[in-house]
């Protein structure tokens, strides 16, 4: 929740071509509305509907921006994918559920844009996560037939996308545990940044065992794929939670376990799951992290490579993901992978708001 990603993508060739792409911060108020709301803040069902429609004209506004500045008429767009900010999920509950905030029909209404959004309930409707979406894209555009690759998105939580060489064995993916989530909560808490610029601090000091024991102490990490999660679970309460058993530790020396639970959550996931893997190819904002990045080479053996030497921006992955599934759902064609969400087939996604 620290900026919406906004890109222009054209899918007319082999490989996407990235036009343009813009950061724009979230309003304060607006964040910590969002982040309250997330953490469990009840809100009546007025209340409710205002931000869900507070955060559509945010991100209208943020497509505006973009459009202006690349002096392209809304007309030249065939769609806007629009993922949404993610307040809700439950992906085992009875029934799966999950809930993205901002309306799309004013997102429509504003910028001129046919809008596709909701991409992930059709796939829990399925009985699938309606997660990770990503892997499909990393298929479609990574998978190589001379190497056992795995893309590793490192955004708050920390998702792999594992695509074989051999064209008859199955892609397939899932969520691996926290990425960034904790570190920078963790941050913002205690050095008052969002997040360990390079992963600086965690370096400054060593991980304590009996910490890190207690961390990975949990069920999650032992559920086979397809499996999925979130900020919700896996939050700044969770964490509190687990230091109860080892008072004392300085702030530094939580950070360095935090760091290390990511890398080893990671790497025995791959190890586990993937253990075939010749390459592990990295995304999301963690790929900035160059402790974060050292460390996972260490513990992997894996050459470990930033996506944009393959011609796909890390920083933009997850917006040009959902340009991508926006684009599926216009041409007919289904946007998830059952064998990473675990729906009970191929399913199109997302609804149309035409503009």
Not at 58 to 71: G, N, P, Q, V, W
Not at 112 to 126: E, L, N, P
Not at 267 to 280: G, K, M, S, V, Y
Not at 281 to 297: A, D, E, K, S
Request: charged residues 20%; proline residues 7%; contains cysteine.
């Amino acid at each position: 929740m620290d900026a919406v990603d906004c890109v222009l993508v054209d899918f007319a060739d082999s490989t996407p071509r990235l036009i343009a792409s813009a950061r724009t911060p979230w309003p304060a108020t607006l964040r910590a509305r969002l982040l309250a709301v997330a953490g469990g803040e009840p809100l009546d069902a007025t209340q409710f509907a205002l931000l869900d429609t507070k955060t559509g004209e945010f991100f209208a506004d943020a497509i505006s921006r973009i459009l202006e500045k690349e002096r392209i008429e809304p007309g030249h767009l065939d769609a806007f994918g629009c993922h949404g900010q993610t307040v809700a999920l439950s992906p085992v509950s009875s029934p799966r559920t999950t809930l993205q905030l901002g309306d799309a029909n004013v997102i429509a209404e504003r910028t001129g844009v046919t809008t596709i959004s909701d991409f992930r309930r059709r796939d829990m409707a399925a009985g699938g996560q309606g997660a990770p979406l990503a892997p499909a894209f990393h298929k479609a555009f990574l998978q190589s037939a001379h190497e056992n690759r795995v893309v590793l998105n490192l955004g708050g939580i920390a998702n792999v996308s594992v695509l074989p060489a051999d064209p008859a064995q199955t892609a397939f993916g899932f969520d691996t545990g926290p990425a960034n989530c904790l570190m920078d909560a963790w941050a913002r808490t205690h050095i008052g940044r969002d997040f360990d610029a390079d992963g600086s601090w965690a370096a400054s000091d060593q991980p304590d065992s009996r910490l890190l024991a207690d961390l990975l102490n949990e069920p999650f990490f032992d559920r086979p794929p397809p499996k999925s999660t979130g900020t919700q679970h896996f939050s700044i309460t969770w964490l509190q939670e687990k230091l109860h058993a080892t008072k004392g530790l300085s702030a530094g020396r939580v950070q360095a376990t935090l760091m290390a639970l990511t890398c080893q959550t990671v790497t025995d996931a791959i190890r586990r799951h993937a253990p075939e893997t010749e390459r592990l190819l990295v995304c999301g904002g963690g790929v900035h992290n160059g402790t974060l990045m050292q460390r996972l080479r260490e513990l992997s053996g894996l050459p470990v490579e930033s996506t944009a030497a393959y011609g796909i921006d890390p920083d933009w992955m997850e917006a040009m993901a959902f340009a991508w599934l926006a684009q599926r759902t216009l041409t007919g064609e289904p946007g998830n992978l059952p064998a990473v969400t675990g729906a009970a087939g191929p399913r199109i996604l997302g609804a149309i708001h035409p503009a």
